[in-house]
């Protein structure tokens, strides 16, 4: 596990004074940008560069009496250049969506770059830990009942393969929404030309829109938001399945749990999955979220500030969330105990009735029709459910199945090494595709 303490730093980036900061930075780049095309005096340039500045609580001042953001900071950057000359070049052929949208880019660029960093650390203490128990067996449950065996490791290694997957889409969302756009009032570069836009855009690191309205159109913030939400739901299944597998009557692995934690005001024995259960509750949170990023993407012509409003809550949520998330699904993982022994104890529960299958075909390939093998095994399979007896003990005393296997054979038949001959090669796979 690499040890992440990042969520003041992600508070910090939602914060009032780092997006009027942001908004501070794209000015600057607008100003100095178009200098260098004659369009504003280099001199005035440099002073908003150098002298460029405000604070939260006189915008926040301003803002009360002229209801407008965007207005109430240019006033405050103004106060402080505090020269006429200069500071009507600030903000220049620019719409206030141009500073915000851009802006908020760069806001979007630094907290996925903390996020990606939590998706890595979470996946290599997943791939430590799947090889760690890459041959521990523990029963595989379908429906919740018995199946076949598997190993612990397989468990985590499709999480690993599964976070693959959610540093993939990603990567991709968060580079969809590396862009800026600053072709002003109805996206028509009224004021200003691509070429502007595009010099802006290479200062800040970001890339310019293709087209735009006064906004960058929210299909990206969408799909951002969704990536985010498939992750959250990524780290739910892990919890839920440290839930399961923390009850009382499985027992095969269990939270950390510290010498001084208390599970219970009233009972003093509890060992509850405290922390599984907080991921499974706020990975709903960012589900929530994704609905409202959907409904975000229709806006009236060619702007209103309905999505506005909304993603004041949902972008700092989410990314906030998405990055706790990750820091308390990998201290999870990390220091999750696990108990072989009971595994391989409840593998081995039911008697062997886990090895059906496996008897099913060893008797189709003696001869037997499939048909007969499947009703054969079954009854007996079923009489040992009812019974409470031990399948591998039943099926020795069965004539039409002892005359057509041998003993070692029979034997072989419930032996899960068998089944799990193949593990080696399904993390080959896994963990080096190219071979």
């Given at each position: 596990?690499?040890?992440?303490?990042?969520?003041?730093?992600?508070?910090?980036i939602?914060?009032?004074?780092?997006?009027?900061?942001?908004?501070?930075?794209?000015?600057?780049?607008?100003?100095?940008?178009?200098?260098?095309?004659?369009?504003v005096?280099q001199?005035?340039?440099?002073?908003i560069?150098?002298?460029?500045?405000?604070?939260?609580?006189?915008?926040n001042?301003?803002e009360a009496?002229?209801?407008?953001?965007?207005?109430?900071?240019t006033t405050?950057?103004a106060?402080?250049?505090a020269?006429?000359?200069?500071?009507?070049?600030?903000?220049?052929?620019l719409?206030s969506?141009?500073?915000?949208d851009?802006?908020q880019?760069?806001?979007?660029?630094?907290?996925s770059?903390?996020?990606?960093?939590?998706?890595v650390?979470?996946?290599?203490?997943?791939?430590?830990?799947?090889?760690?128990?890459?041959?521990?067996?523990?029963i595989?449950?379908t429906?919740?009942?018995?199946?076949?065996?598997?190993?612990f490791?397989?468990?985590?290694l499709?999480?690993?393969?599964e976070?693959?997957?959610?540093?993939?889409?990603?990567?991709?969302?968060?580079?969809?929404?590396?862009v800026?756009?600053?072709?002003?009032?109805?996206?028509?570069?009224?004021?200003?030309k691509?070429?502007?836009?595009?010099?802006?855009?290479?200062?800040?690191?970001?890339?310019?829109?293709?087209?735009?309205?006064q906004v960058?159109?929210?299909?990206?913030?969408?799909?951002?938001i969704?990536?985010?939400?498939v992750?959250?739901?990524?780290?739910d299944?892990?919890a839920?399945?440290?839930?399961?597998?923390?009850?009382?009557?499985?027992?095969?692995?269990?939270?950390?749990?510290?010498?001084?934690?208390?599970?219970?005001?009233a009972?003093?024995?509890?060992r509850?999955?405290i922390t599984?259960?907080?991921?499974?509750?706020?990975?709903?949170v960012?589900?929530?979220?994704?609905?409202?990023?959907?409904?975000?993407?229709?806006?009236?012509?060619?702007?209103?500030?309905?999505?506005?409003s909304?993603?004041r809550?949902?972008l700092p949520d989410?990314?906030?969330?998405?990055d706790y998330?990750?820091?308390?699904?990998?201290?999870l993982?990390?220091?999750?105990?696990?108990?072989?022994?009971?595994?391989?104890k409840?593998?081995?529960s039911?008697?062997g009735?886990?090895?059906?299958?496996?008897?099913?075909?060893?008797?189709?390939?003696?001869?037997?029709?499939?048909?007969?093998?499947?009703?054969?095994?079954?009854?007996?399979?079923m009489?040992?459910?009812?019974?409470?007896?031990?399948?591998?003990?039943?099926?020795?005393?069965?004539?039409?199945?002892?005359?057509r296997?041998?003993?070692?054979?029979?034997a072989?038949?419930?032996?899960?090494?068998?089944q799990?001959?193949?593990?080696?090669?399904?993390?080959?796979r896994?963990?080096?595709?190219?071979s």
């Open positions: 596990m690499i040890a992440r303490y990042t969520r003041q730093e992600m508070g910090r939602w914060s009032d004074a780092n997006k009027y900061q942001c908004w501070l930075t794209v000015e600057v780049a607008a100003s100095q940008a178009l200098a260098k095309f004659g369009l005096p001199s005035a340039a440099d002073t560069r150098d002298k460029g500045a405000f604070t939260v609580d006189r915008i001042e301003i009496e002229v209801r407008h953001d965007v207005i109430a900071f405050t950057v106060e402080h250049i020269d006429p000359e200069a500071s009507r070049w600030l903000h220049y052929g719409t969506t141009d500073v915000v851009t802006a880019s760069l806001q979007l660029k630094e907290a770059a903390i996020i990606r960093a939590g998706i650390a979470l996946s290599e203490t997943l791939k430590k830990r799947a090889i760690e128990f890459k041959h521990t067996p523990i595989g449950r429906h919740g009942i018995h199946a076949e065996p598997s190993t490791g397989l468990k985590l499709l999480w690993y393969s976070m693959q997957r959610n540093l993939t889409r990603f990567d991709a969302a968060a580079e969809d929404l590396r800026g756009k600053l072709s002003g009032a109805v996206g028509t570069f009224g004021h200003l691509p070429e502007h836009e595009e010099a802006i855009c290479n200062q800040l690191g970001l890339k310019p829109v293709a087209v735009a309205t960058v159109q929210r299909d990206r913030h969408a799909a951002y969704s990536t985010l939400a992750l959250a739901s990524t780290l299944k892990i839920t399945e440290v839930r399961h597998l923390q009850r009382t009557e499985v027992r095969e692995v269990e939270e950390f749990f510290s010498e001084k934690q208390k599970g219970s005001s009972m003093p024995h509890k509850n999955p599984s259960e907080q991921i499974s509750g706020l990975a709903r960012i589900r929530s979220n994704a609905q409202t990023a959907f409904e975000n993407v229709a806006l009236w012509h060619e702007r209103d500030i309905s999505h506005s909304a993603e809550v949902i989410s990314t906030i969330l998405a998330l990750l820091t308390k699904t990998d201290n993982i990390a220091k999750l105990m696990v108990y072989p022994a009971r595994m391989l409840n593998l081995e039911t008697g009735l886990i090895f059906s299958g496996q008897l099913l075909l060893d008797l189709a390939e003696s001869g037997m029709s499939r048909e007969d093998a499947y009703r054969l095994v079954q009854t007996h399979a009489n040992s459910w009812k019974n409470d007896l031990t399948f591998r003990d039943e099926i020795a005393k069965v004539p039409e199945i002892t005359v296997l041998t003993p070692e054979k029979l072989r038949a419930f032996d899960y090494t068998r799990l001959a193949n593990v080696d090669a399904i993390f080959d896994v963990l080096n595709p190219a």
